[in-house]
């Protein structure tokens, strides 16, 4: 039997899902509530970049939004051969896993050059 | 309230059928009438040609598996008082699975599936004859739902990608894997991971969990199959551990 190199993917759909069901909605909610919450909206950015300069918050910024992605695009991936939707492995997995490698790319770039 | 009911049993006998083709019956009706007396009083009284399987009548045997207007049941555990509103039960061979006669799949495939991981206790040394291996009521507690499979193979006729793939493992087989894997007096573990790891192993598994739903015994395979999926991570981790140290595959 020829070992499957699922576990990767699997990997890092498991850790985005586990993320997205602990932390992702108290996330989602607490963003749109800073709308009607924050006063003074240059100071909290202020507060939220000299936040972001520690390489830790950094990384676990990147964690929150890099590992999601791979979640949903492993289950987008996944969901195409439940819906009988066919086409080469390379070009879907590349498109949805490459596009999560990308994004989580862009992502550090951005976080890391700030 | 109906005292009759009618089933629409799907026929097909090899020698004399091209393809499988639906025959009516009316039964009578009452509320402790299962789907298996029905068709054994089709059997005794009305048409001795129909071929279906079955044994204990009690659901521990698991052969009387058929569908019933499209889902997986086993028709000893199903009553006709749940269909009298539907007014038609279909019954039909089990999906996926290829069709022996009428009502009988052919679940060769299954069990060749199930021996392969090796679902009995593998000892690398046998316990002196007058001890037994001894097992707290917790270490039992971590296999013990998964030990309750009895072969009957609805989920096998509920799995979408063993209608697809039939050399997928498939839920019963993969949770006996797990059954014994998690079972404090088994040292085989290595003898079935390599099956797990495989493609064919738990990850063709897409979570869809019809397999947990109809199952007649609540073993949920869907579990067994994920918790399956992190051994196999976790193998794969340590396999990678071995490897980058310069060792050969495990």
Redesign the interface.
Known sequence: ????????S??LF?AGGMLLAFIGPGLIASTLLLGWLVQDPQALYATLSSGLQHPLTRLATLAVIALPLYHTAHRLY?GL??LHIKGPTWLLGGFFYGGATALSALCAFWLFTL | MSDTIELAVTRYRPEQDTQPWEQRYTVPCSDDMSVLDALNYIKDALDPSLSHRWSCRMAICGSCGVMVNGEPKLSCKTFLRDYREAGVLEVRALDNLPVERDLVADISGVVEHIEAVKPWLIRHSEAPVDTAHSQTPAQMARYHAFSQCINCALCYAAC?QFGRNPAFLGPAALTLAQRYNLDSRDEGSSERM??L?????V?SC?F?GYCSEVCPKDVDPASAINRG??A??IN??V?LFRLLRGKG?A
Not at chain 1, 1 to 8: D, N
Not at chain 2, 197 to 201: K, Y
């Open positions: 039997m020829r070992r499957s190199h699922e576990p990767i699997w990997s498991g996944h051969h439940d | 979408p390599p099956w790891n495989a493609e064919e192993g990850w897409t869809v999926k992190v196999s991570d794969y981790g396999n595959d």
